[in-house]
């Protein structure tokens, strides 16, 4: 079954037999699917609270249930629904909830599950949810307007304070959580770079930088690569490039183009940042 099919299905069967949504939630299978992970399922794997789990137990006959390890066992009370008991307490914790209302186990659970199971088969679901989890880890890098950063500087620079300190400041007067601190903290230390440059250039009232210079002289092993690969080998063939398609470069990312336009804008040969699509 779809995704949408899978949520009415749960949400039917939790109205008729008056279970709220928030006393069972999908794992596995159902997991998967509601992490995007997979199109469709083939039956929805509910984990329920003791009460009910004993109510059906009682009351639907022997055929219906299913043994599983550790003395446990999953009954089937639907066409396409199977039930079973948390395996431990902390299944209840820290679930995903979708707009539906229907709650379902994460990203870290779930991978618990499937290396618990330990079947060979499952290695392309783990491969997925361990890509997933690396991730959702990964935090979008976003450059802050120079207008914003500049501002800032300017504002530290009357409170004595670096930028960094400046901002912290800030966030804590605000009591901003952390994961936003360490974001701002990236963000500086992503724009510093830029800042200085900027700064360093309003000095420069001539270039004297000799374009002829291979730009591996000028950048990170990696910036250069990707640039070599455009046919870019000096600085003049950089200078000549259309920079204002820079950031559509193959690997070519957010770090890189802050590196190349910092060099850029310190030797004089542009005046603002490069463009980002």
Request: aromatic fraction near 6%.
């Amino acid at each position: 079954m779809k995704k949408a099919t899978f949520i009415t299905t749960l949400q039917k069967f939790a109205e008729q037999c008056n279970i709220p949504l928030s006393e069972l939630h999908v794992s596995h299978g159902g997991s998967l699917l509601m992490l995007g992970l997979k199109d469709h399922t083939n039956d929805i794997d509910v984990t329920v609270k003791e009460e009910v789990f004993e109510f059906f137990d009682k009351a639907l006959p022997a055929s219906s249930k299913i043994p599983l390890v550790n003395n446990r066992h999953l009954i089937t009370v639907s066409q396409d629904i199977d039930i079973h008991l948390a395996e431990d307490a902390a299944a209840w914790d820290n679930l995903e909830v979708d707009e539906s209302g229907i709650h379902y186990r994460g990203v870290d659970r779930t991978i618990y599950d499937y290396e618990t199971l330990g079947r060979p088969t499952d290695k392309q679901k783990l491969d997925k949810l361990m890509k997933l989890k690396a991730d959702s880890n990964l935090a979008p890098i976003q450059v802050i307007p120079m207008k914003i950063i500049e501002a800032l500087a300017a504002e530290a620079k009357v409170k004595n304070l670096s930028i960094d300190d400046y901002v912290l400041e800030i966030i804590n007067a605000r009591n901003t959580n952390q994961k936003f601190e360490e974001f701002m903290t990236q963000q500086i230390e992503f724009n510093k770079k830029l800042l200085e440059a900027l700064n360093t250039s309003k000095d420069t009232s001539k270039n004297t930088f000799d374009v002829e210079t291979e730009v591996i002289d000028c950048f990170s092993t990696r910036a250069a690569t990707k640039l070599n690969a455009e046919g870019i080998q000096t600085v003049n063939d950089l200078i000549n490039y259309d920079l204002d398609i820079l950031c559509r470069v193959p690997g070519v990312g957010p770090r890189a183009l802050v590196e190349i336009e910092s060099f850029l804008i310190k030797h004089g040969f542009i005046s603002e940042p490069l463009k980002r699509l």
